[in-house]
């Protein structure tokens, strides 16, 4: 499945988005990518297919925030502890990433056109080195509307990332020490869900 599907939303989900558009809309959505193993276990199909199945209800969800108009989507879709399962589990995800980053790269006309931004987040040096290629040539640079996919992300990275570049701001004159933004109240964080298949 494409990241985002052309074509008219159904009746059902163009009645949904209405619904959901006539209230206060978020700016920035976060996922967690989550369940795909239960889901598989649930319905008797290979692990593998969970997660195929997984990143199908990420891209129908995607198609979704594009059509409400939410100008920035975070996906949190493999983190550095998720190394630490079955290397069998470990080989099947970096296929299916392999998958979807080279369509990623196909589908860089239509994301154009769309104006989407696509930034992707983590310690991307642990990855093989053909998805560290195939990331390098997917990431876009766009200012309508931004998609950040973190992959081999960890929270404890990216804390020590956000705090080294404060203090690098600090240091360059560009934030003051005292400041609301440095205070962390300059903006409040995404809401996130849960996505499962
Ligand atoms: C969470 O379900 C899912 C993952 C840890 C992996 C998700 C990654 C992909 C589908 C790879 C491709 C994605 C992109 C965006 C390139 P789980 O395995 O933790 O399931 P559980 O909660 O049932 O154990």
Not at 44 to 54: I, P
Not at 60 to 70: E, F, M, Y
Not at 122 to 131: K, W
Request: hydrophobic share 40%; glycine share 6%; with cysteine.
């Amino acid at each position: 499945m494409s990241w985002i599907r052309e074509g008219e939303l159904s009746i059902i989900e163009r009645f949904c988005a209405n619904i959901i558009k006539a209230g206060p809309m978020p700016k920035h959505v976060a996922f967690i990518m989550d369940g795909n193993r239960r889901y598989a276990q649930k319905c008797h199909v290979e692990r593998q297919q969970g997660h195929s199945q997984g990143f199908d209800k990420l891209a129908q969800t995607l198609r979704w925030c594009l059509n409400l108009g939410i100008r920035e989507v975070t996906v949190y879709a493999f983190s550095i502890e998720n190394f630490k399962r079955s290397k069998e589990e470990v080989d099947g995800l970096m296929d299916l990433a392999r998958q979807k980053f080279s369509r990623l790269l196909e589908e860089q006309e239509n994301l154009k056109k769309h104006g989407v931004c696509i930034r992707v987040l983590g310690d991307l040096p642990l990855l093989p080195v053909d998805i560290q290629e195939l990331i390098a040539q997917a990431v876009l640079f766009n200012k309508l509307c931004f998609l950040n996919v973190c992959f081999a992300y960890t929270s404890r990275h990216e804390i020590s990332n956000a705090v080294r570049e404060m203090a690098w701001g600090v240091e360059q004159g560009l934030l003051e020490p005292r400041s609301e933004l440095m205070a962390g109240c300059g903006s409040a964080p995404p809401p996130s869900f849960n996505l499962q298949p």
